[in-house]
């Protein structure tokens, strides 16, 4: 099919063509240009390929394209990206010489860039939100306002966000799906499962390789228990969603904690072996981090993997820009605490990047005290560890992540708890029956503490 050009009427720049891109926002660059930008958008969407590299490419060679480096700056600093270092700060580069040529939608996206490299995140959402309320088909500006959300953890301005994107939309039109996927998602995490169901599953009838929406539907069938529902979703799609490559190892994950509520410890551990160890992105190596903890929290040994997944966080250099990042490598350096890599790694927790920015004062406040609680839950330092959960329970949303990813820690307390202090552990327990009722864990746990009194030899 022919490429089909539209102009935009306004604003045309001197170097560039003041193109329409697939949701009629205008976009600086050449048709050449139009075209990749278009399609690096859908990948992303879709959670395919890689949407980065072409970008990049085409930011090096059309001097007037302003959003490829947008695009690639903000996920580079949302990947755990080193705010200094030269791939980021050559997006800022391009996009500051690039500024007195662009639209005044595009200089807005320039000023949430500048806002993330700064540490600013939920200021950058909010300035996207803002644009998305004055150019109501900007669906990239309300897709890094939902991302950004996903890192800060603001619940309820993520579902503000999502419903104020959705609203201008009608049912069918092109981007529609894509949103709607992205509202599930915010639904969610905000507790209103049965919605967020229904959107989810509409959102797949519009775009069928949502993997987005997917995963959405996996979060809502993992707080549900809802083990047959969650078993048929990622099986019966599973020929496309394997190859949804930015998404897929995370989907894998998912699929691993159902097996570890059915007691499947085998199968688990056989995906973090064949999917999850061997990871070479932060947030990958997150979800493996995650998963072997977890196989341990409920007695299992898993061998000499803890030696693997250190090796490979070894080789990143992502450490002290993502809270989320830093305390799942917290909890693989917990293993390894005299090796180099841990402590380079636990050097570096008091003077973070981003300054004192919103992102450096959570790494430095939450972050940098919830790391002390695993390393005291690791040494077997009941009580400090105790102590540590006591400070930062209401504050874990900050550093973001899902309810789902964030749980782990929730179920490291129980643990501890039980090591030491079967009241208290009792209490604990009882208080989450209270506030997620369908929590299968819980009342297993609950059960145990009542019928043996102690869990510390399971």
């Keep these: 099919m022919p490429l089909r050009i539209r102009y935009a009427n306004k604003e045309l720049n001197q170097k560039g063509y003041g193109l329409l891109d697939q949701f009629e926002q205008e976009v600086s660059g050449s048709a050449a240009t139009l075209a990749i930008w278009n399609k690096s958008v859908l990948d992303l969407l879709s959670m395919r390929e890689d949407p ?83 150019h109501p088909r900007d669906l990239m500006a309300a897709r890094f ?32 799906g894509w949103l709607l996927g992205a509202y599930s998602f915010a639904l969610e995490e905000a507790g209103r499962f049965p919605e967020a169901e229904l959107a989810g599953h509409k959102a797949l009838a519009a775009n069928p390789h949502d993997c987005w929406a997917l995963h959405s539907l996996a979060h809502v ?136 920015s919103e992102n450096g004062e959570v790494l430095r406040g939450t972050t940098a005290q919830l790391i002390e609680t695993i390393v005291a839950y690791r040494a077997g330092r009941v009580q400090d560890c105790e102590a540590g959960f006591g400070r930062v329970d209401s504050e874990l949303q900050c550093i973001g992540g899902s309810r789902a990813q964030r749980e782990i820690f929730t179920r490291t307390r129980v643990r501890n708890l039980t090591k030491y202090d079967h009241a208290a552990a009792q209490r604990y327990l009882d208080q989450l029956v209270q506030n997620e009722p369908n929590r299968v864990w819980v009342r297993r746990e609950l059960q145990l503490l009542s019928t043996t009194g102690t869990q510390e030899k399971r």
């Design 145 to 176: 306002a939902h991302d950004v959300y996903l890192h800060t953890g603001e619940i309820d301005h993520r579902l503000n966000s999502a419903e104020a994107a959705l609203r201008p939309w009608s049912e069918g039109e092109n981007g529609y």
């Design 52 to 134: 980065i590299t072409p970008l990049d490419e085409v930011a090096a060679t059309d001097p007037s394209f302003v959003m490829g480096s947008v695009f690639t700056g903000t996920y580079r600093i949302l990947g755990a990206g080193i705010p200094t270092g030269s791939e980021i700060g050559r997006d800022l580069e391009r996009a500051r010489q690039r500024r007195h040529e662009a639209s005044s939608q595009e200089r807005a996206h320039i000023d949430a860039l500048e806002c993330m490299a700064r540490g600013e995140f939920s200021r950058a959402a909010t300035l996207w939100d803002q644009l998305v309320t004055q």
């Design 221 to 356: 069938y993992e707080h549900l228990d809802a083990q047959t529902d969650a078993l048929e979703l990622l099986g019966s799609n599973q020929s496309w969603w394997v190859e949804s490559n930015l998404l897929s190892e995370h989907i894998w994950w998912h699929l691993a904690l159902r097996l570890l509520e059915d007691r499947n410890f085998g199968e688990a551990l056989a995906i973090a072996d064949d999917r999850l160890i061997e990871s070479e992105t932060a947030f990958r190596l997150a979800d493996a981090t995650s998963l072997l903890w977890r196989i341990e929290l409920e007695g299992v040994d898993v061998g000499d993997r803890w030696e693997r997944v250190v090796e490979r966080w070894s080789d990143l250099n992502c450490f002290h820009t993502s809270a989320f990042i830093d305390v799942h490598a917290a909890m693989a350096f917990a293993t390894a605490m005299s090796s180099s890599a841990a402590s380079r790694f636990w050097a570096g927790v008091a003077t973070p990047h981003f300054g004192h």
